[in-house]
């Protein structure tokens, strides 16, 4: 049975907010400098889509379907998991996202930011499993995202993505609204990438 989520300890990550896409207030009350979203996607019905779908998010799925190349993943040498202790793999050998984790990030699609990343927490809950994930020093962005798959009560199942980011500092409204509206169309194409017909 999942229980509960697991968090990691700060190193690296170019932001102060930790962990705040995890509480939805971050919707109406974003950190100061920041702007927030939340997307909802159905992906489907039923316990098999669910699996197949939590399968796919927590193994990079739905960053790799969305045009990113996720490299360079290392886990943390000895981290708590509901699954277990330490680093975990699926049966051919894919790294399950577990909290400290991190990977680079590299945008193969327009519009899309890239840089290394560290996974703050992760949700492992009966109908629901995801993950939180932050931007790093040195990463072409300052954000945070929370993707989770949810299975409801009603036997649908949903992509959940909500993200915090820095608001763009340029004086110029129509700059800043463009670096809005990238950041935009990124969480969008995130938030579908894991429908059955985006499937290779």
Request: glycine share 12%; aromatic share 6%; proline share 7%.
């Amino acid at each position: 049975m999942r229980r509960g989520g697991a968090a990691a300890v700060d190193h690296g990550l170019n932001y102060a907010a930790i962990g705040a896409t995890a509480r939805p207030d971050v919707l109406p009350f974003p950190p100061s400098g920041f702007h927030s979203a939340e997307y909802r996607h159905r992906i489907g019905s039923g316990a098999r889509r669910f699996d197949l779908a939590g399968r796919a998010l927590m193994t990079w799925g739905a960053l790799r379907s969305a045009g990113f190349r996720v490299e360079d993943v290392h886990a943390e040498p000895a981290t708590h998991s509901p699954r277990g202790a330490g680093p975990l793999f699926l049966e051919d050998g894919t790294p399950w996202i577990t909290p400290g984790m991190t990977a680079s990030l590299t945008a193969t699609e327009p519009g899309g930011a890239g840089g290394p990343v560290k996974v703050v927490s992760v949700i492992d809950e009966p109908g629901r499993i995801g993950y939180v994930f932050g931007s790093m020093t040195g990463s072409a962005e300052c954000a945070e995202r929370l993707l989770l798959v949810e299975h409801d009560d009603e036997d649908a199942v949903q992509v959940v993505l909500r993200s915090m980011w820095e608001a763009p500092t340029s004086r110029l409204n129509r700059l800043a609204r463009a670096a809005d509206a990238r950041q935009r169309k990124v969480d969008e194409r995130i938030v579908r990438a894991l429908h059955p017909s985006n499937a290779s």
